[in-house]
C-alpha cells in the first residue's frame, strides 16, 4: 500500500479507540471562539493521529481543527478535523467522522473518512482509486439532473446565500431529494449510491480526504464556483459525471 496512505489509515484506527472510548463514557462538552462545540475526545484523538503521523514523517506539517497549524510551508501537509460531526457525536447519534488528508503542494492526494461508529472507512490516493471498506468503488454514471438523487448539506445557509434560486429549479428537477449530511453523502456519491451533493458552510478540514475519494472514484468535486479546493474553501459542489456537475454549476451561478 501506499505508505502515505498507509499511515494516514493507521492514524484514523488509532483515532477510533480514542473516539469510541469516549463515545461510550460520555463527555462534557465545551464552546470555541466560533461557538462550535469541543469535546476532550476531540483533543485527544487529534493528537493520537499526529503522533502516527510524526512517527512515520517527522518533517511533514499539519492543520488540525484542534490543535492548529504546525510547519504549513512544509511540501507535505496533512489536514486533520478528528471528529468532523461534533454535534452528532455529543448528542448520540453516528453520523461523525474523522478526516484525514494529505496535501503535497497545492494538491491532495491521500484520503481517508473513517466512521467508527457507522462502521465505515471509505480511502483513497491519487492515481490508486478508491475504496469503501476493501471493496472498490465508482461513482454512477447519470449526467441528467432528472435521473440524479441529490444530497444537500448545511441548508440554512445555502437559503441565505446568491445560488438559491438556482439551487431551487435543481431540486425540481432531480428525480430525488435527501439532506444525508457530513461524510455519508460522499461516501454514497463515490459509491454510485447518490449522483450529486451540494453543501455550503463547510471548511477544508471537512472535505479534503473526501475530494480525494470523490475523484478517485471517478466523480468531480470543486467549490460552489466551480473553482479548485484551497485551504479558504468554504463550500462543495460534487457530482458523479463531468456533464451533472456543469449543468448544477451554471444553475448555481446564473
Known sequence: MNPFLKTAIDAALKAQGVIQRHYRQGVEV???PDQTPVTIADLDSEKAI??????????????GEETGQE????EYLWLIDPIDGTKSFVRRYPFFSTQIALRHGEDLVVGVSNAPEFEEMAYAAKGEGAFLGEQAIRVS??????????SLGNIKTLAGGPGWQGLSEIVQRVNRTRGYGDFYHYHLLASGRIDLVVESDVNILDI????VVVREAGGVFTDLQG?????ETTSALAAATPELHATALKMLNR
Open 141 to 150: 454514471d447519470v449526467t441528467t439532473l432528472e435521473d440524479a438523487t441529490l
Open 50 to 63: 499526529k503522533s502516527v503521523i510524526f512517527g512515520a514523517f517527522p518533517d511533514h506539517g499539519t492543520y
Open 227 to 231: 473553482q479548485p479546493l484551497t485551504l
Open 30 to 32: 465545551e464552546l470555541k
Open 208 to 211: 479534503a480526504a473526501l475530494a
Open 71 to 74: 510547519r504549513m510551508d512544509s
